[in-house]
T-cell receptor, first 109, second 115 residues
């Protein structure tokens, strides 16, 4: 079993829809939770960084963390074609990040 | 503020050769981590350098080695290249302080192809 599980998709939604992404994990030592966006052949870009359970909102993005269920989510409201990318969840308990496999999202105009 | 930069952008090598990849960390950051990302996969942690010392290592063989310099830039060296080493190599920099919390910011990566 992988430490971090993420449905690879692909996910295709119409412009303006809500995109819902999620990851599950098995390591109880994880304390920090992140979402990265990666465009094709580029490096990952940090979108959201959360520490505790609960919600964190930043513009159209909302990150949720449920440590009791070992489950994290990212919601993108009013999705735009420019949101088309691969979204990677990542988490850490010490010095290294453990990533999910990434979910490829396409927002259709 | 200068972001993380990596060189070269692309590299083609043959099996058995050696390669050196370079990374300049973001201004003000003191820690560099290296990751390997195979096609269609998430990045895998190789190792991290803090104050010029290896601070932790993932499940990679000793032929993967690194250095961090006093200006916090870093090198990743891979000896005896194998076909499976073909991947995007990512460098991430962060500022590790007393709280131990670090947000890692990635460079654009070096795409290595081993033939």
């Amino acid at each position: 079993q992988k430490e971090v599980e993420q449905d690879p998709g692909p996910l295709s939604v119409p412009e303006g829809a809500i995109v819902s992404l999620n990851c599950t994990y098995s390591n109880s030592a994880f304390q920090y939770f992140m979402w990265y966006r990666q465009y094709s052949r580029k490096g990952p870009e940090l979108l959201m960084y959360t520490y505790s359970s609960g919600n964190k909102e930043d513009g159209r993005f909302t990150a949720q963390v449920d440590k009791s269920s070992k489950y994290i989510s990212l919601f993108i409201r009013d999705s735009q074609p420019s949101d088309s990318a691969t979204y990677l969840c990542a988490m850490s308990g010490d010095y290294k990040l453990s990533f999910g496999a990434g979910t490829t999202v396409t927002v259709r105009a | 503020e200068t972001g993380v930069t990596q060189s070269p952008t692309h590299l083609i090598k043959t099996r058995g050769q050696q390669v050196t990849l370079r990374c300049s960390s973001q201004s003000g950051h003191n820690t560099v981590s290296w990751y390997q990302q195979a096609l269609g996969q998430g990045p895998q942690f190789i190792f991290q350098y803090y104050r010029e010392e290896e601070n932790g290592r993932g499940n990679f063989p000793p032929r993967f080695s690194g250095l961090q310099f006093p200006n916090y830039s870093s090198e990743l060296n891979v000896n005896a290249l194998e076909l499976d080493d073909s991947a995007l190599y990512l460098c991430a920099s962060s500022l590790v302080g007393l709280a131990g919390r670090d947000e890692q910011f990635f460079g654009p990566g070096t795409r290595l192809t081993v033939l």
